[in-house]
């Protein structure tokens, strides 16, 4: 922990690299994570093994899980960001529901719900309670996976394929707990680069250019009104 008040009134949190003035201040639940920069990570809330690099990246951000963010003001009040990669200055800045994406430009989703939806995995309990965090692993395929969320009765996972088979066990890394699985249901996904480009809420789908923005689920959408693309080469 380097900087004034890196790292000061943070709780329940460990294994964490804080450099940067209030780094990490007040925040709670941060696990193997990095933050660099002046108020990265401040009042964050529940982060595993993510990094933060940019003046302000990840100021106020709940829920990250296995992401990257890059730049200043990056996932700034964002919330729900699992399995992704954001770069460029205030990208997903209040941005929500971010799953198995890459963001890649200034403003990228600013103030927008992704839509995009985590992989789930529905299960009949055995004995004990899944932990936020932890790591569950499949007794038959040896499939790991982080768990994000669980209701009781569906993990929500921090990967995109369903590697895991219906009818194995599934047992907790650090709780110990075990479940046997009934369905997988694989996550959704969008690609967004350029300024200002979106997906819309709508998923799966790609957007490339200057303010760029899908009008629909599984599009491919390259330019738009304000920067139109005149030439394609090949």
């Known amino acids: 922990i380097v900087g004034t008040f890196a790292g000061s009134q943070n709780s329940n949190s460990a294994n964490d690299v804080l450099i940067g003035n209030i ?16 108020s990265t990570l401040a009042n964050a809330e529940t982060i595993y093994n993510s990094v933060f ?3 302000g990246s990840g100021n106020s951000i709940q829920n990250a899980f296995d992401s990257v963010f890059n730049g200043s003001g990056s996932g700034k009040n964002a919330t729900n960001v ?7 200055r205030s990208v997903a800045q209040l941005s929500d529901n ?17 839509g995009t939806s985590r992989t789930t995995v529905t299960y009949t309990p055995i004995a004990g309670t899944f932990m936020v ?7 038959s395929s040896g499939f790991f996976a982080r768990v994000v969320a669980d209701s009781g009765s569906v993990l929500a996972i921090n990967y995109l394929f369903d590697s895991f088979i219906p009818g194995e066990t599934l ?3 650090l709780s110990g707990a075990t479940a046997t699985i009934t369905v997988v249901t694989r996550g959704t996904s969008t690609i967004l680069i350029g ?18 923005k899908n009008t629909a689920a599984n599009q491919f959408m390259i330019g738009s009104a304000i920067r139109p693309i005149d030439e394609i080469v090949m």
């Open 133 to 139: 965090g932890e790591e569950i692993e499949g007794g």
């Open 98 to 114: 971010i799953n198995n994406s890459v963001l890649i430009g200034s403003f990228v989703s600013d103030g927008q719900n992704l």
């Open 195 to 212: 300024a200002q480009s979106s997906n819309n809420g709508y998923q799966n789908g790609i957007a490339l250019g200057t303010n760029a």
């Open 53 to 55: 690099m940019g003046q």
């Open 23 to 38: 780094a990490g201040q007040d925040s709670i639940d941060i696990k193997d994570s990095i933050a660099i920069g002046t």
């Open 171 to 173: 047992t907790g890394t």
């Open 82 to 88: 699992v399995s992704s990669v954001l770069i460029g």
